[in-house]
């Protein structure tokens, strides 16, 4: 049996699984809005996002926050230059996806 590519990423609030492309246009919205408070970063050559997600929250398997709060998507690298959002509260993210 074939796995999905987002069977381990990390659920929120208790199972359920929030990790889905379906959340990315309500996160990024969220954070366009100002209902997602968030901090800047400018990447750097050679920095993933999952390791991002792992100098903020502790746990890399959340790049898909940052990357849906970025506006790019679902991809774990982007070039040199490119300045993510890092939502600073998850809490703000199970509320808006819901």
Do not use: C
């Not at 359920?16 to 246009?25: I, L, R």
């Not at 997602?36 to 970063?41: D, E, N, P, R, Y």
């Amino acid at each position: 049996m074939a796995m999905g590519r987002y069977t381990f990423l990390r659920r929120l609030n208790e199972g359920t699984m929030y990790s889905t492309p379906h959340s990315s246009d309500k996160i990024f919205m969220g954070v366009l809005k100002g209902t997602i408070s968030v901090t800047f970063k400018k990447l750097v050559e050679n920095q993933r996002i999952d390791h991002i997600a792992a100098e903020h929250y502790g746990d890399g398997s959340y790049w898909w926050v940052i990357a849906a709060a970025s506006g790019i998507g679902w991809s774990l690298q982007a070039p040199a230059g490119t300045i993510l959002r890092i939502p600073i509260d998850l809490g703000q993210i199970m509320r808006i996806v819901r």
